[in-house]
């Protein structure tokens, strides 16, 4: 069975403040890593998807990595409209062809100014 | 470009009353899935449509059914609800493999009393 576990749960950084999203897996066969961001009393907003490991991928100030157990995603001098929960997913080899990910509980970021 | 609409976007039902939740898609994707977000659980696939006319149930069908209408649309029904059913449901969509990610809707918020 795949697991997805995000830690810290919850992050408070200030405006500048650079720091990193962990997100460990276990996955039979990874076809690809998905983070997500979400916004109050909105849906997921697909941001990267990440297929083997040493890929990396950006998006302004963010950064994605990924190793064979875990990712990172790294923001880098962030302001408070990145403030967000941040969802991370993988997809692996599953029987039958349905290629459901599995979704983590997600790090909640807000960042002062 | 609408991506996934939901509708409604807010809904309070009773005990034992029945609802439809709406969801229409406009990337011609052929998958389409129903979540349930809940505080620490994150999402939960209810049920998932691979393609056109088929559904499978996901990690909590119970009380559920789902109709694909057609390519664009797919429909989440309650029979009875009940209080346990009180949540955020999220629509999406992907193509087949979703190795591209999901592209969620906005969420309907729903409480049963």
């Known amino acids: 069975e795949d697991q997805v576990t995000q830690s810290p749960e919850a992050l408070r950084l200030q405006e500048g403040e650079s720091s990193s999203l962990n997100c460990s897996y276990t996955?039979?066969?990874?076809?690809?890593l998905f983070w997500y961001r979400q916004d109050p009393g909105k849906g997921p907003e697909f941001l990267f998807t990440?297929?083997?490991a040493g890929e990396e991928k950006e998006k302004e100030r963010l950064k994605a990595t990924l190793t064979k157990k875990e990712s990172f995603l790294h923001i880098t001098a962030p302001k408070p409209e990145d403030s967000a929960t941040y969802l991370c997913?993988?997809?692996?080899?599953?029987?039958?062809?349905?290629?459901?990910?599995?979704f983590g509980r997600g790090t909640s970021l807000i960042v002062h100014p | 470009n609408a991506g996934v609409t939901q509708t409604p976007k807010f809904q309070v039902l009773k005990t034992g009353q029945s609802m439809t939740l709406q969801c229409a898609q406009d990337?011609?994707?052929?998958?389409m899935y129903w979540y349930r977000q809940d505080p620490g659980m994150g999402l939960r696939l209810i049920y998932y449509?691979?393609?056109?006319?088929?559904?499978d149930k996901g990690e909590v069908p119970n009380g559920y059914n789902v109709s694909r209408l057609n390519k664009r649309e797919f429909s989440l029904r309650l029979e009875s609800a009940a209080p346990s059913q009180t949540s955020v449901y999220f629509c999406?969509?992907?193509?087949?493999?979703?190795?591209?990610?999901?592209?969620f809707g906005s969420g309907t918020r729903l409480t049963v009393v």
């Open positions: 999406a969509s992907s193509e087949a493999s979703g190795v591209n990610g999901y592209t």
């Open positions: 996955v039979s066969g990874l076809r690809g």
């Open positions: 990440l297929y083997s």
């Open positions: 997913a993988v997809q692996g080899d599953q029987s039958g062809g349905s290629y459901i990910p599995t």
């Open positions: 990337m011609n994707h052929n998958s």
């Open positions: 449509s691979a393609s056109e006319g088929t559904t």
